[in-house]
């Protein structure tokens, strides 16, 4: 079995910054694409960024240059660097993997974490 254990978030004021993190454990042989994904209150799960197993990275139209995503492939770590936060960031915020459980056929499954909540309020 495969976890994704989010931490980091919390209460912000606006303006402020957070960093979020994503273990990955469990059985694992290897993990590709990791992302972020974020729920605000009564809307719809969206991207937020994406990484490859090489670092290509990918960001929504929102992040306007303001989050950094990155991963410590050795660790099995996915990191998001949130900086000027905003209100309308306030969402619950997920990791998800895309993982190959053992050497054998190079099938990935996809996982999520439980979310962590950031709020961006004064």
């Known amino acids: 079995q495969v976890q994704l254990v989010e931490s980091g978030g919390g209460l912000v004021q606006p303006g402020g910054s957070l960093r979020l993190s994503c273990a990955a454990s469990?059985?694992?042989?290897?993990?590709?694409?990791m992302a972020w994904y974020r729920q605000g209150p009564g809307e719809e799960r969206e991207l937020v960024a994406s990484i490859s197993t090489g670092g290509l990275v990918n960001y929504a139209d929102f992040v306007e240059g303001r989050f950094t995503i990155a991963r410590d492939n050795g660790q099995k770590m996915l990191y998001l660097q949130m900086n000027s936060l905003k209100p309308e960031d306030t969402a619950v915020y997920y990791c998800n993997a895309n993982v190959r459980p053992s050497p054998g056929p190079p099938k990935y499954r996809n996982y999520w974490g439980q979310g962590t909540q950031v709020t961006v309020s004064s």
């Open positions: 469990g059985t694992i042989f290897s993990v590709g694409a």
